[in-house]
C-alpha cells in the first residue's frame, strides 16, 4: 500500500487535483493549472541553506516564469506558521520575497500524491522533485534531485521553454537545445515523404535526421 501511496505521476499522466493551505490561502490545484502552465516543486524543509538558495532563484526569475504563463508553487512538510515566518526573514535578509504560494504540507498529503517522499532518502522530508504540468493538467516532465544536491534554474527554464516550442511547433529539440537554435523535423512516416524531404533545404545528416530553424 505504501508503494502506491508514494508513486509518482508519470510523464503524460493528469496531474492529481488537491486542495491545500498554502503562504497565498487556500489553493485548489486544478483551478490554479486553469489556462496555465505550472511549476509544482517540492524542497526538504523551510530555514535550510539550500532550499533558501533554490526558492530565490525561483522568486527572482519568476518574472520569466510568468511570461512563459507559467505559475509556479513550492511545497514542504512545514506548517503554514515556518512558511510565513522563513518568507519574512529571507524577505528581511536578502530583499527577496517568494512571491508564489508555498503549500504547507504537514500532513504529507501533497507530498503523497506526488511521489515526493523518498523513504530510503528521507520518510520526513520531500525531495526536491520538479513537475512541470502543461495548461490542460498533463504532467509533461518530471525531475528529481536529491536533498542535498540544488537544481539548475537555468536547466528548468530551457526545458519548459523546449516543451512549449515543441507544442506550438510540432518538432523536437537535440541535445542541449536553447531557443534559437535548430529544431528537429519529425522523420518520414511514408516512401513519399521520405523523397520530398531530399528535396528540401533542411540541415540534414540523414532523411531521419533532419534540422530546420523556426
Aim: net charge negative; hydrophobic share 40%.
Amino acid at each position: 500500500m505504501e508503494e502506491q501511496i508514494n508513486q509518482m505521476p508519470r510523464i503524460g499522466d493528469m496531474a492529481p487535483d488537491f486542495k491545500a493551505n498554502t503562504t497565498y490561502g487556500p489553493i485548489q490545484f486544478s483551478e490554479y493549472n486553469k489556462g496555465s502552465w505550472v511549476i509544482l516543486f517540492s524542497h526538504p524543509a523551510d530555514f535550510t541553506p539550500v532550499c533558501t538558495t533554490e526558492m530565490s532563484g525561483f522568486a527572482v526569475r519568476s518574472d520569466e516564469f510568468k511570461a512563459l504563463n507559467t505559475k509556479l508553487m513550492g511545497l514542504s512538510i512545514d506548517s503554514i506558521h515556518a512558511h510565513v515566518a522563513w518568507v519574512n526573514n529571507v524577505k528581511k535578509n536578502s530583499g527577496i520575497l517568494f512571491n508564489f504560494p508555498i503549500i504547507a504540507d504537514i500532513d504529507m498529503k501533497v507530498s503523497k500524491l506526488y511521489g515526493m517522499l523518498q523513504p530510503n532518502e528521507s520518510e520526513t522530508a520531500a525531495v526536491r522533485a520538479v513537475f512541470i504540468i502543461d495548461p490542460t493538467g498533463k504532467v509533461r516532465l518530471v525531475m528529481y534531485y536529491p536533498l542535498n544536491v540544488g537544481r539548475n534554474m537555468d536547466e528548468i527554464v530551457r526545458a519548459l521553454k523546449a516543451l512549449q516550442t515543441s507544442d506550438k511547433h510540432n518538432v523536437a529539440l537535440p541535445l542541449n537545445w536553447v531557443p534559437g537554435e535548430k529544431v528537429i523535423v519529425p522523420p518520414p512516416k511514408t516512401v513519399d515523404a521520405m523523397i520530398e524531404r531530399e528535396k528540401s533545404d533542411y540541415e540534414m545528416m540523414d532523411f531521419y535526421l533532419a534540422k530546420k530553424d523556426l
